[in-house]
């Protein structure tokens, strides 16, 4: 059975942290679906279409990376895309408190998916993108902060 990941998150935008735990999860899955959730009560900086058009830019060439966008619950998604796996980074402990509570509720709402962290290398882990876009706000270099081919013009 082919092993799918979904990464779930907002993505807004897509920083250096976010592609270091696409790398390294890359040996783990056939298959890594980036899905952005629509989040009505979240205030984006960037659309939704430009930030699928700017992540989808960025993984091109890698066949086992795609992008989409969900409106449903997580888990309701996974099942949808026949996935098994839900992939996110875990950069402190306050992401841990976080985290667990959510991973819990979701094995309770499915317990075929299984929700997969990765920690966070030190350089990422205070890599945030509220601080990317506060940075721009302001009109300052996010550049050490977002992939060095992500085109966010
Ligand atoms: P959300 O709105 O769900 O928090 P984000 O787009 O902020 O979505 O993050 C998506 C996932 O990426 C989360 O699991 C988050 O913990 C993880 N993440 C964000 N930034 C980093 C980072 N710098 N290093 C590792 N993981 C990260």
Same mark, same amino acid.
């Given at each position: ?5 979904v ?15 696409? =790398? ?7 298959? @890594?679906? @980036?899905?952005?959730?629509? #989040? ?27 992008? *989409?966008?969900?409106?449903? +619950?997580?888990v309701?998604y996974c099942r949808?895309?026949?996935a098994?796996?839900l +992939? ?8 841990? !408190?976080?985290?667990? %509570?959510? %991973?819990?509720? #979701? =094995?309770?709402? #499915?317990?075929?998916v299984?929700? @997969?962290?990765? +920690?966070?290398?030190?350089?990422? &882990?205070?890599? #945030? &993108?509220? +601080?990317?876009? !506060? @940075?721009?706000?302001?009109?300052? *270099? ?7 081919? =992500? *085109?966010?013009?």
């Open positions: 059975m082919e092993k799918i990941a990464f779930p998150g907002s993505f807004d935008p897509f920083t250096r942290g976010h592609e270091n735990i696409i =790398l390294r999860a890359l040996p783990l899955f056939d298959r @890594i679906i @980036i899905a952005i959730g629509e #989040n009505s009560e979240k205030k984006n900086f960037f659309p939704l279409n430009k930030r699928i058009q700017m992540i989808r830019k960025l993984y091109e060439g890698h066949s086992k990376v795609t992008v *989409d966008h969900y409106q449903e +619950l997580t309701e949808q895309v026949g098994r796996f +992939l996110r980074g875990l950069r402190t402990a306050a992401d841990f !408190e976080f985290e667990r %509570a959510i %991973a819990q509720v #979701n =094995l309770m709402m #499915n317990p075929e299984e929700t @997969i962290f990765l +920690l966070s290398r030190p350089e990422y &882990s205070s890599m #945030n &993108s509220t +601080l990317v876009r !506060e @940075i721009l706000r302001y009109g300052g *270099d996010v550049s050490p902060f977002i992939p060095e081919n =992500l *085109d966010i013009g």
